[in-house]
T-cell receptor, first 110, second 114 residues
């Protein structure tokens, strides 16, 4: 089955700086890579996803990149704000099933 | 549209007792997932339904866990008997079978086994 590794496990940045979270996956058949944000005590929510036919996708301050050859993908958050503080999960798989990473706790320091 | 509904939100039981969780997915979502999320970890899939059929239950500990999704809508997940290691948040999620992959999560049930 799919195995997803995510790092770092914790990340602290100053407000306004950028944050980068990286993930690797093992199954070359995976073609769908979503990112979920989970605020403390709340449910995970999709913030952005990318499919294997594109290498990069951007939505305002959030961008994801995918390198299928190397089997890794990354989340980039620019101009971080305190409300970006949360746990971020990457995932990899197909449209109906994904495997999640262990999460990255992002703390944005005002 | 209404979100995924789960109940109860919290449950505290003693070990060896049974417990059940209920999930109502978003209307029209054919695929339903049950995940377990341990503290500091990502969600781990327990079982996935497409309509009323369990299509992936390879990670479900079948000696003590069971699930059902009658009529392809609501679902229940049961643990009997519960063990200390079952303490976790149990998340239900749903998605469209022919959709583009986004899973919508419920608020979860936090289970504490003492």
């Amino acid at each position: 089955g799919e195995n997803v590794e995510q790092h770092p496990s914790t990340l602290s940045v100053q407000e306004g700086d950028s944050a980068v979270i990286k993930c690797t996956y093992s199954d070359s058949a995976s073609n769908y890579f979503p990112w979920y944000k989970q605020e403390l005590g709340k449910r995970p929510q999709l913030i952005i996803d990318i499919r294997s036919n594109v290498g990069e996708k951007k939505d305002q301050r959030i961008a994801v990149t995918l390198n299928k050859t190397a089997k890794h993908f990354s989340l980039h958050i620019t101009e971080t704000q305190p409300e970006d503080s949360a746990v971020y999960f990457c995932a990899a798989g197909g449209y109906q099933k994904v495997t999640f990473g262990i999460g990255t706790k992002l703390q944005v320091i005002p | 549209e209404a979100g995924v509904v789960q109940s109860p939100r919290y449950k505290i039981i003693e070990k060896k007792q049974p417990v059940a969780f209920w999930c109502n997915p978003i209307s029209g979502h054919n695929t339903l997932y049950w995940y377990r999320q341990n503290l500091g970890q990502g969600p781990e899939l327990l079982i996935r339904y497409e309509n009323e059929e369990a299509v992936d239950d390879s990670q479900l500990p079948k000696d003590r866990f069971s699930a059902e999704r009658l009529k392809g809508v609501d679902s229940t997940l049961k643990i009997q008997p519960a063990e200390l290691g079952d303490s976790a948040v149990y998340l239900c999620a749903s998605s469209r079978l022919a959709g583009e992959g986004e899973q919508y999560f419920g608020p979860g049930t936090r289970l504490t086994v003492t």
